[in-house]
């Protein structure tokens, strides 16, 4: 079992940064990849950016540019900076880990964190 725990959400004004952590315990030795999911209300849950154990990344269009993905192995940690923040930014973020080798953009993964809500103002 993994376990993740998402921190360092908030409200931020349009055009100002946050950065997101997931630190994941439990077996991490066996994750392949971990990425960060947004949902905004009324809107299907959408994969934000990606990356595998061998440090390849991924992005939604819509964040190309502004967010960057990275993670530290040996503390068992994802980070995503969140930059140039839009309104339409807003959403409750997830980390998720998964074990199973798939396609760095796939949606299957196998461990959720609780979410972190992170709120853009114009």
């Known amino acids: 079992q993994v376990q993740l725990v998402e921190s360092g959400g908030g409200l931020v004004q349009a055009g100002g940064s946050l950065r997101l952590s997931c630190a994941a315990s439990g077996r991490t030795f066996s994750l392949y990849a971990m990425g960060w999911f947004r949902q905004a209300p009324g809107k299907q849950r959408e994969l934000v950016a990606a990356i595998t154990r061998g440090g390849s990344t991924t992005y939604a269009d819509s964040v190309k540019g502004r967010f960057t993905i990275s993670r530290d192995n040996a503390r068992n940690t994802v980070y995503v900076q969140l930059n140039s923040l839009k309104p339409e930014d807003t959403a409750v973020y997830y980390c998720?880990?998964?074990?199973?080798?798939?396609?760095?953009?796939?949606?299957?993964?196998?461990?959720w964190g609780q979410g972190t809500q992170v709120t853009v103002s114009s």
């Open positions: 998720a880990a998964r074990i199973r080798w798939l396609p760095i953009g796939s949606y299957e993964y196998d461990y």
